[in-house]
């Protein structure tokens, strides 16, 4: 997700030329001629960078300490983040870098939701202020560190001149500045005017990681577990506000249909229902609570004009990606190479390996649906929300509202999951909540509510996906050649980039891979057919279906070749030069133990991705009626710097057990273009009782920390089907692993 993201200020800026020279030519003033570039298309006027157009409009002046850090009379410290929190505990984890290098008393500092500006909270692998891509930690490491030790610098400079003592004297622990030689000491509040008077030094001496006292210690434990366990914590659900309206849309059953024609006359006489209206997405009912308005819309008659709806069902697509992959396809669909070497027509000796994959389309499933608060009144617009993307979600109201996207107002909210839902080009849902605000008017605050069935029929998924892999194998064993066909819809295209040469969204996970670097001769090459469902990024994005068929194809190629999956890993790992597969294999082994517990059979699978390696064993028997049962998993994971062991943990076992429903029941199915999951009744997801007990072991490293929020979630499902395997079961050529009865 995060490379895709981060071009999105260049690629915008390419039309800015035509659309300005239209503005001038029609003689509109300089404002609407800003308004009009960016809303047209993102774009920016010469001499400004799009951090500055994102930012125009926004009174945000950050104080003395910067705009990560707010220092209060009484000492007490407050990170600002840049990132949303919506259950991953990235708070916990920025808040500690500051607190670590600032040497901030860390039971006194809290954490505050940043507000949406471009220019001082820029996600830095993206160029847009965004949470994604397991990025939050990663992007801020750097910055945060010279952020606290910039604000630390500036108190021992404030205490050296108060009390004419070197600062070289002059210590700092637990928020209170200490001169052990003239025995003097002062708190942070204490000093606060005379520090706030200080210049920030440019390049702040930074802490050797080997003196670290808070980082990597058991303390690093969340921030929002008390407010959110007393219900003081705000989501969207939470925002009441005086003359509040509540919204729902009817939306076409079948993705691209649009509204012919409808009748809201029994609509209106549902107590409560205020307005019914036509927006660009369906029938806007709007209500004095949710469930008049609910009401209102069932209520609601409408026509839908499905020309161009998609009426496939996903039966019929999956056959027909078969065949483009058996090279039978459409002629308009062509392949695009993301790894070849070597001469495959010369590797012709050798055992041949052939199988083919299949993936479902999945829902993302977060636990909090979609929902937000706008206030527009006339070209002026206020949200409250979980904003996954605010510059994204201000530019499209920008362009619905007709302003600069720095005035757009986002005030982020705590939400309730997202897995990448949340975070798509288009805003749909926030662009939904605007239009029906600008339709209300007045500043009257309007929420949208999506319900379950919403959300999961007129969302966004993970593509579905086919796999055709041939290859042939040298005399011991190992690969000597490898065909490699994916074939998936693009999540990039039409995106505000365009299509990029390769969708690496596709392929992230197959490209790159050590088994692929250990393979002499390789071909592999993607295919991306059109198709009218509305797909995006899913907790770890291309590594959802690669990592299942790179790490289960490895062990039936053990299998036919009569060796120990685990050793033939570790040959491909060191042809590879892999040695952060080889660490997290051998981590993870190692804390298994020799054997699984009675009647268990292991399963591994090892698997990098958004800069991290993990490793699992699976410990897997088969349950009532048939099902596979997972009772432990062992995790090995080289993630750099652990910040939050704890949060670490956490955030491997709730990847693991996402990845696992997804493995064994996930699937979307489309009939005639419908969507037939509504809920979790008939989408089913793991329950309590079928978690498994996650252990996790964190590989000692001094780089820079990579991602944890997704590089857990690949890895499972190939380790239970490896298990699976294990047991002298066939293997798995397609998910769900539970098929629906």
């Given at each position: 997700m995060t490379r895709h993201i981060r071009n999105l200020a260049a690629s915008?800026?390419?039309?800015?030329?035509?659309?300005?020279?239209?503005?001038?030519?029609?003689?509109?003033?300089?404002?609407?001629?800003?308004?009009?570039?960016?809303?047209?298309?993102?774009?920016?006027?010469?001499?400004?960078?799009?951090?500055?157009?994102?930012?125009?409009?926004?009174?945000?002046?950050?104080?003395?300490?910067?705009?990560?850090?707010?220092?209060?009379?009484?000492?007490?410290?407050?990170?600002?983040?840049?990132?949303?929190?919506?259950?991953?505990?990235?708070?916990?984890?920025?808040?500690?870098?500051?607190?670590?290098?600032?040497?901030?008393?860390?039971?006194?500092?809290?954490?505050?939701?940043?507000?949406?500006?471009?220019?001082?909270?820029?996600?830095?692998?993206m160029g847009v202020q965004g949470t994604g891509g397991s990025t939050a930690i990663a992007n801020s490491w750097d910055q945060l560190r010279k952020a606290g030790a910039g604000a630390r610098a500036m108190f021992v400079q404030a205490a050296a001149n108060k009390w004419q003592v070197g600062a070289g004297?002059?210590?700092v622990k637990d928020g209170l500045v200490s001169h052990a030689a003239s025995g003097r000491s002062a708190g942070f509040g204490e000093l606060l005017a005379?520090?706030?008077?200080?210049?920030?030094?440019?390049?702040?001496?930074?802490?050797d990681p080997k003196d670290f006292t808070l980082i990597g210690t058991p303390r690093v434990r969340r921030k929002d577990s008390v407010v959110k366990s007393n219900g003081t914590a705000r989501f969207t659900q939470d925002v009441q506000e005086d003359g509040l309206l509540v919204a729902m849309v009817a939306h076409a059953p079948r993705f691209g249909g649009k509204v012919k024609s409808f009748d809201d006359a029994a609509a209106r006489k549902i107590p409560g229902v205020v307005n019914v209206f036509k927006i660009p997405t369906g029938v806007a009912v709007v209500a004095t609570s949710t469930w008049a308005a609910r009401q209102?819309?069932?209520?609601?008659?409408?026509?839908?004009?499905?020309?161009?709806?998609?009426?496939?069902?996903?039966?019929?697509?999956?056959?027909?990606?078969?065949?483009?992959?058996?090279?039978?396809?459409?002629?308009?669909?062509?392949?695009?190479?993301?790894?070849?070497?070597?001469?495959?027509?010369?590797?012709?000796?050798?055992?041949?390996?052939?199988?083919?994959?299949?993936?479902?389309?999945?829902?993302?499933?977060?636990?909090?649906?979609?929902?937000?608060?706008?206030r527009v009144n006339g070209n002026n617009?206020?949200?409250?929300?979980?904003?996954?993307?605010?510059?994204?979600?201000?530019?499209?109201?920008?362009?619905?509202?007709?302003?600069?996207?720095?005035?757009?107002?986002?005030?982020?909210?705590?939400?309730?999951?997202?897995?990448?839902?949340?975070?798509?080009?288009?805003?749909?849902?926030?662009?939904?909540?605007?239009?029906?605000?600008?339709?209300?008017?007045?500043?009257?605050?309007?929420?949208?509510?999506?319900?379950?069935?919403?959300?999961?029929?007129a969302g966004l998924f993970r593509p579905m996906v086919h796999h055709d892999v041939k290859i042939r194998l040298d005399k011991d064993g190992y690969p000597a050649s490898w065909r490699h066909r994916i074939v998936t819809q693009s999540i990039m295209k039409g995106s505000p980039m365009g299509t990029p040469k390769l969708d690496e969204t596709a392929v992230e996970g197959a490209l790159g891979s050590p088994y692929l670097k250990a393979t002499p001769a390789v071909d592999g090459q993607v295919a991306l057919p059109d198709a009218g469902v509305p797909v995006l990024w899913w907790r770890s994005v291309g590594a959802t279906h690669t990592a299942f068929v790179m790490e289960h194809t490895i062990d039936q190629l053990a299998l036919k070749?009569?060796?120990?999956?685990?050793?033939?890993?570790?040959?491909?790992?060191?042809?590879?030069?892999?040695?952060?597969?080889?660490?997290?294999?051998?981590?993870?082994?190692?804390?298994?133990?020799?054997?699984?517990?009675?009647?268990?059979?292991r399963g591994v699978a090892v698997h990098e991705s958004f800069g991290s390696v993990v490793a699992e064993i699976a410990e897997v028997k088969i349950g009532p009626g048939g099902e596979p049962r997972v009772g432990r998993v062992v995790t090995a994971v080289d993630c750099g710097i652990a910040i939050s062991p704890d949060q670490i943990a956490a955030q491997m076992e709730g990847g693991v057990c996402y990845g696992l429903s997804a493995a064994l029941y996930g699937q979307i199915t489309l009939k005639d273009g419908a969507v037939q999951e509504g809920n979790f009744d008939t989408y089913r997801v793991l329950r309590n009782n079928e978690a498994p007990t996650v252990e996790t072991w964190i590989l000692p490293s001094n780089n820079a920390p990579s991602g944890v929020g997704e590089p857990g979630t690949p890895v499972i499902a190939p380790a239970v089907a490896n298990a699976l395997l294990a047991m002298g079961r066939p293997a798995t050529n397609s998910l769900p692993m539970v098929k629906p009865a």
């Amino acid at each position: 997700m995060t490379r895709h993201i981060r071009n999105l200020a260049a690629s915008a800026a390419q039309a800015v030329g035509a659309t300005v020279d239209r503005a001038v030519k029609a003689g509109t003033t300089r404002r609407e001629m800003l308004v009009t570039s960016v809303a047209a298309s993102g774009a920016l006027l010469v001499g400004c960078s799009m951090e500055d157009v994102m930012s125009a409009g926004s009174p945000i002046k950050p104080g003395a300490f910067g705009p990560f850090i707010k220092i209060n009379p009484d000492g007490a410290v407050t990170v600002i983040s840049k990132h949303i929190e919506f259950g991953q505990g990235n708070h916990a984890g920025l808040a500690a870098i500051v607190a670590e290098e600032l040497d901030a008393d860390w039971a006194r500092v809290s954490v505050e939701q940043a507000p949406a500006n471009a220019k001082l909270y820029a996600n830095l692998g993206m160029g847009v202020q965004g949470t994604g891509g397991s990025t939050a930690i990663a992007n801020s490491w750097d910055q945060l560190r010279k952020a606290g030790a910039g604000a630390r610098a500036m108190f021992v400079q404030a205490a050296a001149n108060k009390w004419q003592v070197g600062a070289g004297g002059i210590t700092v622990k637990d928020g209170l500045v200490s001169h052990a030689a003239s025995g003097r000491s002062a708190g942070f509040g204490e000093l606060l005017a005379d520090a706030a008077k200080v210049t920030p030094p440019e390049a702040p001496k930074l802490k050797d990681p080997k003196d670290f006292t808070l980082i990597g210690t058991p303390r690093v434990r969340r921030k929002d577990s008390v407010v959110k366990s007393n219900g003081t914590a705000r989501f969207t659900q939470d925002v009441q506000e005086d003359g509040l309206l509540v919204a729902m849309v009817a939306h076409a059953p079948r993705f691209g249909g649009k509204v012919k024609s409808f009748d809201d006359a029994a609509a209106r006489k549902i107590p409560g229902v205020v307005n019914v209206f036509k927006i660009p997405t369906g029938v806007a009912v709007v209500a004095t609570s949710t469930w008049a308005a609910r009401q209102g819309r069932e209520a609601l008659t409408v026509e839908w004009n499905e020309d161009k709806a998609e009426k496939r069902g996903s039966d019929v697509m999956l056959a027909e990606y078969k065949a483009i992959a058996g090279g039978k396809g459409p002629e308009d669909v062509k392949w695009t190479p993301f790894e070849t070497r070597g001469d495959m027509a010369s590797v012709t000796d050798g055992a041949l390996f052939e199988a083919t994959y299949d993936f479902p389309y999945l829902a993302h499933a977060a636990m909090e649906p979609m929902n937000c608060v706008a206030r527009v009144n006339g070209n002026n617009a206020r949200l409250s929300f979980g904003s996954q993307i605010p510059t994204v979600d201000q530019l499209n109201t920008a362009k619905i509202v007709g302003n600069l996207p720095g005035a757009v107002q986002i005030e982020t909210l705590f939400a309730g999951g997202s897995f990448g839902r949340r975070a798509n080009f288009q805003s749909d849902y926030v662009a939904e909540c605007v239009h029906i605000a600008k339709k209300v008017g007045k500043g009257t605050p309007v929420k949208l509510v999506w319900t379950r069935e919403d959300d999961m029929r007129a969302g966004l998924f993970r593509p579905m996906v086919h796999h055709d892999v041939k290859i042939r194998l040298d005399k011991d064993g190992y690969p000597a050649s490898w065909r490699h066909r994916i074939v998936t819809q693009s999540i990039m295209k039409g995106s505000p980039m365009g299509t990029p040469k390769l969708d690496e969204t596709a392929v992230e996970g197959a490209l790159g891979s050590p088994y692929l670097k250990a393979t002499p001769a390789v071909d592999g090459q993607v295919a991306l057919p059109d198709a009218g469902v509305p797909v995006l990024w899913w907790r770890s994005v291309g590594a959802t279906h690669t990592a299942f068929v790179m790490e289960h194809t490895i062990d039936q190629l053990a299998l036919k070749a009569g060796k120990d999956p685990v050793e033939y890993r570790r040959a491909l790992y060191r042809k590879a030069d892999a040695k952060r597969h080889l660490a997290v294999l051998d981590l993870a082994l190692e804390k298994a133990g020799p054997k699984p517990a009675e009647g268990y059979t292991r399963g591994v699978a090892v698997h990098e991705s958004f800069g991290s390696v993990v490793a699992e064993i699976a410990e897997v028997k088969i349950g009532p009626g048939g099902e596979p049962r997972v009772g432990r998993v062992v995790t090995a994971v080289d993630c750099g710097i652990a910040i939050s062991p704890d949060q670490i943990a956490a955030q491997m076992e709730g990847g693991v057990c996402y990845g696992l429903s997804a493995a064994l029941y996930g699937q979307i199915t489309l009939k005639d273009g419908a969507v037939q999951e509504g809920n979790f009744d008939t989408y089913r997801v793991l329950r309590n009782n079928e978690a498994p007990t996650v252990e996790t072991w964190i590989l000692p490293s001094n780089n820079a920390p990579s991602g944890v929020g997704e590089p857990g979630t690949p890895v499972i499902a190939p380790a239970v089907a490896n298990a699976l395997l294990a047991m002298g079961r066939p293997a798995t050529n397609s998910l769900p692993m539970v098929k629906p009865a």
